[in-house]
Every structure is written in structure tokens, then in C-alpha cells.
């Protein structure tokens, strides 16, 4: 009877998970199956490979066949290089503890780029969730300014149609005209005036005026007689 180790799958629609399983190889892909060694998830990043080591190399060295995906998946898991080392031992190659030491080695170093994967995986989508973030926030920005603009024209449009109707009065300047200094007038003091003279005093000076102009002739006849 041919053996060989294959997947069977399982899961929902879109969603499969699949088992790894020894079976005959006559029998249906989902039919009856010998022995279950394992379980393969592709939906996760990286895939989830869980197999029974022990059981997965017990089968190969009693020569079950795996399928092209199943070896693939045993290779990852370093199953095909513990049968490589295990038939060394078998055949006087090298030692067992040769063996297991070379597996040990590969292993740690398998487990460290598997790591190295996980955080670069990690990284990537953290980094893939930032610049998503990132851009909704550029957006929903530029939106706002986009909505603050639009406002911001509309209050202009307003008051610019507030002030054609209600236009505002024309205010005239009134020109106020620099008043010249007044020049204050000289103080004047005040003479008192003279009183008036006395009917007698003018009486007597006509009379002593009188006989003067009497005698001015005279003296002009006098001179004129000499």
C-alpha cells in the first residue's frame, strides 16, 4: 500500500484551514486518513505550520511520500534535514550526537530568522498603520480648512451685500478755519477833562484882549510919524 502525507482540508469558504495527515494514497483528498501529524493555516502572515515532528519523521523513514506542499512545509520545519541526518547516522556517516548538535544549530538559527520576520512583519504593519493614520488626519484637515474657507468667503459675500444695501452716510468734514490771535488795544489812561472856565474868566480876558488891539495901532502910527 502506497502512504503518503497530504493536506485535507477544512474551514469555511475563503477561510480554509487545512490538516496534514498520512493517508492512502487511493483515498479521497478528504476521506479517510491513517493518522493526523499536523495543521496548516495560510490565512495568518506568517502561515502557521504546526506538525508532530517525531511522528512526520517516523513516517518518511518507514517511506510514506509527502506531497509537493507537504515537503515544503517539512523542509521549513527542518523534518527533511533530521531524515537526511538520521540516515548518516543509520548508514556510519556521523554520530548521533554529530547529528543532533548540526539540528540544534539549524534550528536556533531557523528560530531567529523566523523571529526576525515576525517583528519585521509587526514593524511593517505598524508602519502601514501610521501612514494610513497619518493620511486620515491630512485629509479630515484639509477638509476642515476646505469648510473654513467656504464659511469664510460666505460671511464676505454677506457683508459685502449688507454694505450695497445698507450704504454708510457720507460724513463731511467740517473745515474749522484758525481763529487769528486778537491783538489786545493799547490801555489808554484816561486825562480828566477840564472843566469849564467861568463866564467872568472869559468876560475879562476879552476885555484886556480888547484895549491891546486898541493900542496896536498907535504904536504903528507912531512909528509911522517918526
Request: aromatic residues 4%; without cysteine.
Amino acid at each position: 500500500m502506497s502512504v503518503k502525507i497530504r493536506l485535507a482540508r477544512r474551514g469555511r469558504r475563503k477561510l480554509a484551514i487545512y490538516d496534514v495527515v498520512v493517508a492512502d494514497a487511493r483515498a479521497p483528498r478528504d476521506g479517510r486518513f491513517i493518522e493526523k501529524i499536523g495543521s496548516y493555516n495560510p490565512n495568518t502572515n506568517p502561515a502557521s505550520i504546526n506538525i508532530n515532528n517525531e511522528r512526520a519523521l517516523k513516517w518518511l523513514l518507514n517511506g510514506a511520500q509527502p506531497t509537493d506542499t507537504v515537503k515544503a512545509m517539512l523542509s521549513y520545519r527542518g523534518v527533511m534535514l533530521k531524515k537526511h541526518l538520521q540516515i548518516g547516522v543509520l548508514k556510519g556517516a556521523i554520530t548521533q550526537e554529530q547529528a543532533d548538535a548540526k539540528f540544534e544549530a539549524w534550528s536556533t538559527e531557523k528560530d531567529t530568522k523566523i523571529a526576525g520576520k515576525a517583528e519585521g512583519i509587526s514593524a511593517a504593519k505598524a508602519d502601514i498603520r501610521k501612514k494610513a493614520m497619518d493620511a486620515e488626519t491630512a485629509k479630515n484637515q484639509a477638509r476642515l480648512d476646505a469648510i473654513k474657507a467656504r464659511e469664510d468667503e460666505q460671511k464676505a459675500l454677506l457683508a459685502a451685500a449688507e454694505a450695497a444695501n445698507n450704504p454708510a452716510p457720507v460724513v463731511e468734514e467740517e473745515v474749522v478755519a484758525e481763529e487769528a490771535p486778537v491783538a489786545e488795544a493799547p490801555v489808554v489812561e484816561e486825562t480828566p477833562a477840564a472843566e469849564p472856565e467861568a463866564p467872568v474868566a472869559k468876560e475879562e480876558a476879552a476885555e484886556a484882549k480888547a484895549p491891546a488891539e486898541e493900542k496896536a495901532p498907535k504904536a504903528g502910527e507912531d512909528e509911522a510919524k517918526a
